[in-house]
């Protein structure tokens, strides 16, 4: 792939049409299909968003109700502003260990539906951006006993269920097994299941999949939509790229994966002499009655809670001084985003560097964490939402931009998110409380990337009349 201009090519005699693909793309496509297992499989070459906008897109007609995981990415708001939909809220709990997001559970997807029997579909993203896997086999029952459609974004999980841990069995047929114990939402009964290639696996930036399963799904519709949201000038560097992934997958996927492993393991062991630093496990929570099913062991949430030492200050500390460059940091902690090709020598530096700043920490208490907090303090949970205007509404409405310090009170007409990894704080037509802009003002001064807030601290909101 290095001189990428041989292969920058256009539709010409031989190279087949994405969006008509009967030659060498269809190939391609049959080649990730098989990988992943599902009934049918599309290439994306303008990222996982399109995936996400031609699903949701593609089951609904505009005014139509859908119900979404608070926490998922601003790109499924995004199909809902298009498709001028009404959003409900499944609203994820917060694993207060380490300030982030819970699973969701299939019982409370289930409320949800009999509030609102009309929605045509469910959103849930699974993994999250930390690594949180909900029950995905038992919300597609719930959901599917309501006659209704499941839509995951697994974006980041796109590794998750092809090949089974290193001694352990396999669950399914052919490669939908584990990875790190973690079953992918193909095999768990989604009806359309959207990957980042690039996020986890050897693919450029921008490349994904969209997988559909059963009959629920109108696929004529599908694809529509999808030469509506994607270029008609796909590049076929990005589709090359794609089926290189997919060819060293087949080839070298199974020993890559028990390297991870062996990698993980190793780190894990190593960072147990950690005092105050702490690396997230499922092992910590399993037991504490949280939503989550499993926790993808490539996310490290690495938590300096309760030390002296903020997430920003360890994202600091790691890229500076051990040319470390973690994925994101948060308040309280850092996420390292592992794959499968990853290095050895890689596992070991940052596992190095953790024990030596976890050497030299001060503590900021006798004790291991703080008191927990209550839930909803944290950046990352975003609260009930309490929503005034549909999303298109606000969006397309009049605005005007007032302070922070103004705003309490007003409707969004934007967004206000965290990015990474954009989850919406506020979203247009929801009412910007007190409680809601303190914790921006927080953020925006321990140095996390706020979107949506000016350099000044204003903010959009709908005008008054």
């Not at 519709?221 to 060293?248: E, G, H, N």
Request: proline content about 4%; charged content about 25%.
């Amino acid at each position: 792939m290095a001189d990428f201009y041989k292969v920058d090519i256009t539709e010409i005699d031989g190279f087949d049409n994405l969006h008509q693909a009967r030659g060498i793309l269809l190939e391609a496509q049959l080649r990730a299909n098989r990988l992943y297992g599902a009934d049918e499989t599309y290439f994306l070459v303008n990222g996982s968003t399109c995936g996400i906008l031609a699903a949701i897109m593609a089951v609904t007609k505009p005014g139509d109700k859908l119900l979404a995981a608070r926490n998922c990415h601003k790109s499924v708001y995004h199909a809902a502003i298009l498709q001028e939909l009404t959003v409900h809220y499944c609203q994820p709990g917060l694993i207060r260990e380490y300030d982030i997001c819970d699973g969701i559970l299939p019982a409370a997807v289930g409320r949800l539906l009999d509030e609102h029997p009309d929605a045509k579909a469910v959103v849930i993203t699974s993994p999250t951006y930390e690594g949180i896997v909900s029950d995905i086999a038992g919300i597609a029952d719930t959901v599917h006993g309501r006659d209704k459609i499941l839509i995951v974004d697994e974006a980041h999980g796109a590794h998750l269920g092809l090949f089974p841990e290193t001694g352990a069995e396999t669950s399914g047929e052919g490669r939908q097994g584990h990875f790190a114990g973690v079953s992918g939402a193909l095999a768990s009964g989604a009806d359309l299941v959207i990957h980042s290639l690039h996020k986890t696996l050897p693919s450029m930036t921008q490349t994904a999949l969209l997988h559909v399963n059963g009959g629920r799904v109108d696929r004529g519709r599908l694809r529509r939509y999808l030469t509506m949201v994607q270029s008609s000038s796909p590049s076929y560097v990005l589709m090359a790229s794609m089926d290189s992934c997919v060819r060293f997958l087949e080839k070298h996927g199974e020993e890559r994966f028990a390297a991870f492993q062996a990698y993980y393991k190793s780190f894990c062991k190593k960072t147990e002499s950690c005092r105050h630093i702490r690396i997230a496990k499922m092992t910590d929570v399993s037991d504490k009655g949280y939503a989550l099913r499993n926790w993808d062991a490539g996310k490290l949430v690495i938590s300096v809670r309760g030390t002296g030492l903020s997430g920003p200050g360890l994202y600091d500390i790691l890229r500076e001084k051990y040319h470390l460059q973690m994925e994101m940091a948060a308040e309280s902690f850092v996420l390292a985003m592992m794959t499968l090709m990853d290095t050895e020598e890689g596992w070991q530096r940052l596992a190095d560097a953790l024990c030596e700043i976890d050497d030299r920490i001060e503590r900021g208490t006798g004790s291991r964490t703080k008191p927990v907090q209550e839930e909803g303090t944290d950046a990352f949970s975003p609260g009930k939402p309490e929503a005034v205007m549909t999303l298109a509404q606000a969006f397309h409405s009049g605005r005007e931009e007032v302070t922070l310090g103004e705003a309490a009170g007003r409707t969004a007409a934007d967004f206000i998110n965290l990015y990474p990894p954009g989850i919406p704080l506020a979203a247009p037509g929801e009412m910007l409380g007190e409680a809601l802009i303190q914790r921006i003002i927080k953020s925006r001064k321990t140095g996390l990337p706020v979107q949506g807030v000016s350099e000044d601290g204003k903010v959009a909101v709908v005008a008054a009349r």
